[in-house]
């Protein structure tokens, strides 16, 4: 069955550590997203890549990095840069043109 | 003003209930619609794509008032497994990925 695997589920993380969050899908899209949600609040853009070895930054990329090498995969990094990093971070895919979205199922981070 | 904008909710609504969700959108540009259904602690699922002349799916109705910029979901006879947040989705012209509202949250009660 073709779907996006974010991993791992729950992630803890000591301050000033870096930490990649692992996203993968084989539906064969184009585009792939990470999004950041807090409690209460909507999902809030990091960064986007429409093509592999091409990425974008989101409304909120301060403390975070992405590569595209593969158009499989998305890692993300939160760097110690990140000033509040505790959030459930979502994945998702489309096939490019901004149509809906499937999503993974999320890492829940935690720093300690 | 944020790009889009929902009542947080919570409704509280009785089984067999018809209840209404409004969200309005900021860009007047804004080119897809769509409303997400998140379970608690779970991903968003896509629950429908919002067309201009409006789409049903079984119980769920959703409109969009482009005059307005608003964008409605509409469920009928309200089921206790609806009971979730409803996510408002925009996406607008220039911007490759979608823009989500906050939700409104909908506990169905028996």
């Known amino acids: 069955d073709g779907g996006i695997t974010q991993s791992p589920k729950y992630l803890f993380r000591k301050e000033g550590q870096n930490v990649t969050l692992s996203c993968e899908q084989n539906?064969?899209?184009?585009?792939m997203y990470w999004y950041r949600q807090d409690p209460g609040q909507g999902l809030r853009l990091i960064y986007y890549s429409q093509i592999v070895n091409d990425f974008q930054k989101g409304d909120i990329a301060e403390g975070y990095s992405v590569s595209r090498e593969k158009k499989e995969s998305f890692p993300l990094t939160v760097t110690s840069a990140q000033k509040n990093p505790t959030a459930f971070y979502l994945c998702a895919s489309s096939m490019g043109t901004p149509d809906g979205y499937t999503f993974g199922s999320g890492t829940r981070l935690t720093v300690v | 003003r944020k790009e889009v904008e929902q009542d947080p909710g919570p409704f509280n609504v009785p089984e067999g209930a018809t209840v209404a969700f409004n969200c309005t959108y900021s860009n007047s540009a804004s080119q897809s619609f769509f409303w997400y259904r998140q379970d608690c602690r779970k991903e968003p699922k896509l629950l429908m794509s919002v067309y201009s002349s409006g789409n049903e799916d079984g119980r769920f109705t959703a409109q969009l008032n482009r005059a307005s910029q608003y964008i409605s979901l509409l469920i009928r006879d309200s089921k206790l497994s609806d009971s979730a947040t409803y996510l408002c989705?925009?996406?607008?012209?220039?911007?490759?990925?979608?823009?989500f509202g906050s939700g409104t949250r909908l506990q169905v009660q028996p």
């Open positions: 539906l064969n899209h184009d585009a």
């Open positions: 989705v925009v996406n607008g012209p220039g911007r490759r990925a979608l823009t």
